[in-house]
């Protein structure tokens, strides 16, 4: 037998200690670059940092640390190095001078690579090539430099000079055609919008790997592919659902997430009109992440950069299966600290404790669920009823409005009764 199964890309990352980020910070940042680079199908060998004020503007890093990484590479077999920030062109070149034939890629081209590989319509993969295009713009002056020219003067322009223009104004003039591709495009999506403009629509929104499509999965009977990876939905989903007897849309969205590259936000302002235009956001969070509360500032933050911040909002904490208490939330030992408190106990403690700070205040509902057991799941769907109800009575005010009682949580082994959907639409 002959193998044929091609060997995983290795990689080492590097990240930065800085004024603006802590060690703590970095590690945690590490983490996530490292599953962004599983994501892509890349094997992460070691992760290497530096305190510095700021970044080297010549190499990131300073020499010592780079001299620690080039020793690490001759000894060990990898492909790639990856920074958690982004590269200016003029460090890439130096970098890739310094690792020889070791392939340099920061956050923003890993992302942009997972993006490429997750983007199923048309729409995605126009807005995934846009932003790639425009990530290589302003580097292209790398990509000839073995073709520089050797003399200035009159007459002295080498050939690499006369390549980079020519591939300056290919790379503009196919952004150009995206863009006019992207519009047309976006005119479609608005005409399919506004023939559902008469149904209240939902959209979920959060950090990137929280259980959106899970949760969607759940709510909308739906068959949305859903995995334990970055990125695992692209494409804006819609499903139409029946809750009780009101018809509403709901809508499965890209996820965000820290240091997101700004030519992917301005390429998916479209895509983002589904959370624009919705009338209720389901914010979900994963709340057995160490740093969820950050991931709600950075969804926070995304949310007020395409104006979208002051709709009815649901806080949905989701993945309390998995939830691990911190220590300050949840004591580990009984008051005389001898005896262990058990797990489950400290879950509900820490839950409740969770429900009473501000985090609660920043949505106009908060819920915790398990997206995976359905656990809660029929508490939050109560939650979205009332929600949609009025918004819909707002639309069709002679409606005929059948009482509905609670959906049980029990009896019904957190089913789906009185709920039926159907697709809509891929966006």
């Known amino acids: 037998?002959?193998?044929?199964?091609?060997?995983?890309?290795?990689?080492?990352?590097?990240?930065?200690?800085?004024?603006?980020?802590?060690?703590?910070?970095?590690?945690?940042?590490?983490?996530?670059?490292?599953?962004?680079?599983?994501?892509?199908?890349?094997?992460?060998?070691?992760?290497?940092?530096?305190?510095?004020?700021?970044?080297?503007?010549?190499?990131?890093?300073?020499?010592?640390?780079?001299?620690?990484?080039?020793?690490?590479?001759?000894?060990n077999p990898v492909d790639t190095v990856i920074f958690d920030d982004d590269l200016t062109p003029s460090q890439v070149r130096n970098l890739e001078a310094s690792f020889k034939d070791i392939k340099v890629l920061d956050r923003s081209l890993l992302i942009l690579n997972i993006f490429s590989m997750r983007a199923q319509t048309a729409q995605a993969r126009v807005q995934?090539?846009?932003?790639?295009?425009?990530?290589?713009?302003?580097?292209?002056?790398?990509?000839?430099?073995?073709?520089?020219?050797?003399?200035?003067?009159?007459?002295?322009?080498?050939?690499?000079?006369?390549?980079?223009?020519?591939?300056?104004?290919?790379?503009?003039?196919?952004?150009?055609?995206?863009?006019?591709?992207?519009?047309?495009?976006?005119?479609?999506?608005?005409?399919?919008?506004?023939?559902?403009?008469?149904?209240?629509?939902?959209?979920?929104?959060?950090?990137?790997?929280?259980?959106?499509?899970?949760?969607?999965?759940?709510?909308?009977?739906?068959?949305?592919?859903?995995?334990?990876?970055?990125?695992?939905?692209?494409?804006?989903?819609?499903?139409?659902?029946?809750?009780g007897n009101i018809p509403f849309l709901l809508t499965d969205t890209v996820g965000f997430i820290r240091k997101l590259p700004t030519t992917l936000i301005e390429s998916f302002k479209s895509t983002l009109d589904e959370v624009r235009e919705a009338d209720i956001l389901l914010h979900i969070v994963d709340v057995s992440h160490p740093s969820f509360e950050e991931h709600i500032d950075v969804v926070n933050a995304t949310l007020a950069d395409i104006k979208a911040a002051d709709k009815p909002t649901i806080l949905v904490f989701n993945k309390m299966d998995q939830f691990v208490p911190k220590e300050e939330w949840a004591p580990e030992y009984d008051e005389e600290g001898e005896?262990?408190?058990?797990?489950?106990?400290?879950?509900?403690?820490?839950?409740?404790?969770?429900?009473?700070?501000?985090?609660?205040?920043?949505?106009?509902?908060?819920?915790?669920?398990?997206?995976q057991t359905r656990k809660n799941v029929n508490e939050l769907r109560n939650i979205v009823y009332k929600l949609i109800r009025e918004r819909h009575f707002q639309i069709y005010p002679n409606w005929l409005d059948i009482p509905l009682t609670d959906f049980a949580e029990e009896g019904d082994g957190y089913g789906l009764d009185g709920v039926t959907a159907e697709v809509v639409t891929t966006a």
Do not use: C
Request: glycine content about 4%; proline content about 2%.
């Open 1 to 75: 037998m002959i193998e044929t199964q091609k060997p995983s890309e290795t990689a080492v990352l590097v990240a930065l200690i800085t004024q603006k980020q802590s060690a703590d910070q970095a590690k945690e940042y590490l983490d996530e670059l490292a599953f962004l680079a599983q994501t892509s199908g890349i094997v992460t060998k070691k992760s290497f940092t530096q305190k510095l004020e700021r970044p080297d503007t010549k190499t990131y890093v300073g020499k010592g640390k780079l001299e620690e990484i080039q020793t690490y590479i001759i000894d």
């Open 128 to 243: 995934v090539e846009l932003a790639q295009y425009q990530y290589m713009y302003p580097r292209l002056t790398r990509m000839w430099s073995h073709l520089s020219r050797q003399k200035g003067g009159v007459g002295m322009r080498g050939p690499g000079e006369k390549e980079l223009e020519t591939d300056r104004r290919i790379v503009q003039d196919r952004i150009a055609f995206l863009k006019e591709k992207l519009e047309k495009i976006d005119k479609q999506s608005q005409t399919r919008r506004k023939e559902r403009d008469r149904l209240v629509r939902v959209s979920l929104v959060g950090y990137t790997n929280v259980g959106k499509s899970t949760l969607m999965r759940t709510m909308a009977k739906a068959d949305v592919f859903a995995e334990n990876k970055l990125f695992a939905t692209v494409d804006s989903t819609v499903r139409k659902v029946v809750l």
């Open 339 to 371: 005896e262990p408190v058990a797990v489950a106990t400290r879950r509900k403690t820490a839950l409740e404790y969770l429900k009473k700070t501000y985090l609660t205040q920043k949505a106009d509902n908060v819920v915790f669920i398990s997206a």
